[in-house]
């Protein structure tokens, strides 16, 4: 069983920067490919951005590359997404998500995907 936290979510001006993490808490050891999703009112859970455990592969959206950038330290079971240039279009509501894979080079993109969620932080980009 998985669990995920949380935090960094709060109300920034246009042109902010703003830095989310997610702490993973699990009872047994495994490699896990991570992503951030958000989900805006009325719009699909999209994914921003993934890792995979080794850290040697990422996704981005196209919205986000360039201004967001995912990372994790597996030594302190977290994974962060920094958020530069924020606009009011990434106004939503932030999810972390974790997936048990075999290959530490994994990345995962579709919200089909992972069966561990989070219970999400609000980012609110005011204009």
């Known amino acids: 069983q998985v669990q995920l936290v949380e935090s960094g979510g709060g109300l920034v001006q246009a042109g902010d920067s703003l830095t989310l993490s997610c702490v993973v808490s699990?009872?047994?050891?495994?490699?896990?490919?991570m992503g951030w999703f958000r989900q805006a009112p009325g719009k699909e859970r999209e994914c921003v951005a993934a890792i995979s455990w080794n850290g040697a592969n990422s996704y981005y959206q196209d919205s986000v590359r360039g201004r967001f950038t995912i990372s994790r330290d597996n030594n302190k079971n977290t994974v962060y997404l920094q958020m530069t240039s924020l606009k009011p279009e990434d106004t939503a509501i932030y999810y972390c998500?974790?997936?048990?894979?075999?290959?530490?080079?994994?990345?995962?993109?579709?919200?089909?995907?992972?069966?561990?969620w989070g219970q999400g932080t609000q980012v609110t980009v005011s204009s």
């Open positions: 998500a974790a997936e048990p894979v075999a290959s530490r080079s994994t990345v995962l993109t579709s919200r089909r995907s992972y069966n561990n």
């Open positions: 699990s009872r047994t050891v495994g490699t896990y490919v």
